[in-house]
Nanobody
Framework: QVQLVESGGGLVQPGGSLRLSCAASGRIFRINAMSWFRQAPGKERELVASITQGGATNYADSVKGRFTISRDNAKNTMALQMNTLKPEDTAVYYC????????????WGQGTQVTVTS
């Protein structure tokens, strides 16, 4: 049973920083692309950042220059360093990954709440 578990969410003031982590566990042969998505109340889930197995990254325009995605292939983990946070970054953040176990399957974490408010 493959699982993705996020951690690191919380409450922060505007301009502050948070670091989210995602750990994959289970019978894993390989993890392809990994991504962070977020969903704010009343809005659709949107892609925040993604990273390939080789380390190539892609960011939503709204977070470029403020967020940094990274991964550790040996540990099956991914992180999102979020700096200069804004109230509009408030959302539930989800880890997503394409994982080869018995088959190649797309997995989601349970989500972690990030709230940016003064």
């Amino acid at each position: 049973q493959v699982q993705l578990v996020e951690s690191g969410g919380g409450l922060v003031q505007p301009g502050g920083s948070l670091r989210l982590s995602c750990a994959a566990s289970g019978r894993i042969f390989r993890i392809n692309a990994m991504s962070w998505f977020r969903q704010a109340p009343g809005k659709e889930r949107e892609l925040v950042a993604s990273i390939t197995q080789g380390g190539a990254t892609n960011y939503a325009d709204s977070v470029k220059g403020r967020f940094t995605i990274s991964r550790d292939n040996a540990k099956n983990t991914m992180a999102l360093q979020m700096n200069t946070l804004k109230p509009e970054d408030t959302a539930v953040y989800y880890c997503n990954a394409w994982i080869l176990s018995s088959t190649l399957t797309n997995y989601w974490g349970q989500g972690t709440q990030v709230t940016v408010t003064s």
